[in-house]
Nanobody, 124 residues
Framework: QVQLVESGGGLVQAGDSLRLSCEFS????????MGWFRQGPGKERDFVAA????????WYGESVKGRFTISKDHARNTLILQMISLKPEDTAVYYC?????????????????WGQGAQVTVSS
């Protein structure tokens, strides 16, 4: 099993920056990639960003390209999502996820482990 715990959510104003962290632990030897997804009120869970376990490749959803950056800090067992130029439409619960199989990084159903979520609210 792999445990994921998000932190860093909060209430910010449009244009502000925010950093989300996801501390991972457990049997991470099986993990090949990690990602961030978000789910707004009444919406489906959408892909935000993903990164390979080695950190050598990243992917981003179209709506966050150029504003969000995903990275991994192996020394601290932490996945990071740095968000800048936040918009009200970025308001959502953000989930950290990990996967142990190849496939489509944007497909939430292919991820095996999930964190509990962190609320991000951006006011206009």
């Amino acid at each position: 099993q792999v445990q994921l715990v998000e932190s860093g959510g909060g209430l910010v104003q449009a244009g502000d920056s925010l950093r989300l962290s996801c501390e991972f632990s457990g049997r991470t030897v099986s993990i090949i990639a990690m990602g961030w997804f978000r789910q707004g009120p009444g919406k489906e869970r959408d892909f935000v960003a993903a990164i390979t376990w080695s950190g050598d490749k990243t992917w981003y959803g179209e709506s966050v390209k150029g504003r969000f950056t995903i990275s991994k800090d192996h020394a601290r067992n932490t996945l990071i999502l740095q968000m800048i130029s936040l918009k009200p439409e970025d308001t959502a619960v953000y989930y950290c996820a990990a996967r142990s199989s190849l496939g489509k990084v944007a497909n939430a159903r292919e991820y095996d482990y999930w964190g509990q979520g962190a609320q991000v609210t951006v006011s206009s």
